[in-house]
């Protein structure tokens, strides 16, 4: 699943109509797409280290920017 580098889902949703700031995970190939839509969570900013998701979201892109976010 793909990390969106933002803070909160708020933030991911007013960046609509921005390129995404995100970092592949994937080993099997890249999971963006310029025109598409696909899954992504954030990293925690927890200092413990939790590993847990702090929000999850459906990204849709249309010409390499954010048209969606669910």
């Given at each position: 699943?793909?990390?969106?580098?933002?803070?909160?889902?708020?933030?991911?949703?007013?960046?609509?109509?921005?390129?995404?700031k995100?970092?592949?995970?994937?080993?099997?190939?890249?999971?963006?797409?310029?025109?598409?839509?696909?899954?992504?969570?954030?990293?925690?900013?927890?200092?413990r280290?939790?590993?847990?998701?702090?929000?999850?979201?459906?990204?849709?892109?249309?010409?390499?920017?954010?048209?969606?976010?669910?």
């Open positions: 699943m793909m990390i969106l580098n933002y803070l909160s889902k708020k933030e991911l949703k007013e960046n609509v109509g921005q390129e995404l995100y970092t592949e995970t994937s080993v099997f190939g890249n999971e963006f797409k310029t025109n598409g839509s696909f899954a992504g969570c954030n990293r925690p900013h927890d200092y280290g939790t590993g847990k998701r702090e929000f999850f979201a459906m990204v849709t892109m249309q010409n390499g920017f954010i048209s969606k976010v669910s």
